[in-house]
């Protein structure tokens, strides 16, 4: 899994999750190695500035997978660090408010 951008206090949050857990609104781009050298990327970011939401991504990305899924060696995601931390942080300060 790779990070892009914000603080690295969040950078090591995220590098410790599995990425089969990550959602996909904190997904920048999926990363397909392929057989033979190759690689595909699905940018999600771009996507989802065309107007498609979670899940017209979700089946982009699955009718991607299933399309390629003889060629795929490994797949990754890029994630939004800033996605992560506007979707954990508000739950974190109400859990901690009361402390």
């Known amino acids: 899994m790779q990070v892009g951008c914000a603080g690295t206090q969040w950078e090591d949050i995220v590098n410790k999750v599995d990425k089969d857990q990550v959602p996909i609104n904190c997904v920048k781009k999926v990363?397909?190695?392929?057989?033979?050298?190759?690689q595909k990327t699905i940018n999600l970011d771009k996507l989802r500035k065309e107007?498609?939401?979670?899940?017209?991504?979700?089946?982009?990305?699955?009718?991607?997978m299933i399309s390629m899924s003889k060629?795929?060696?490994?797949?990754?995601?890029?994630?939004?660090i800033d996605a992560v931390k506007d979707t954990v942080q508000p739950i974190t300060d109400e859990l901690l408010k009361g402390l």
């Open 71 to 80: 060629d795929i060696v490994t797949m990754d995601f890029v994630i939004d």
């Open 31 to 38: 990363l397909f190695k392929l057989r033979h050298g190759k």
């Open 51 to 64: 107007g498609l939401d979670l899940e017209d991504i979700e089946t982009v990305v699955t009718q991607k």
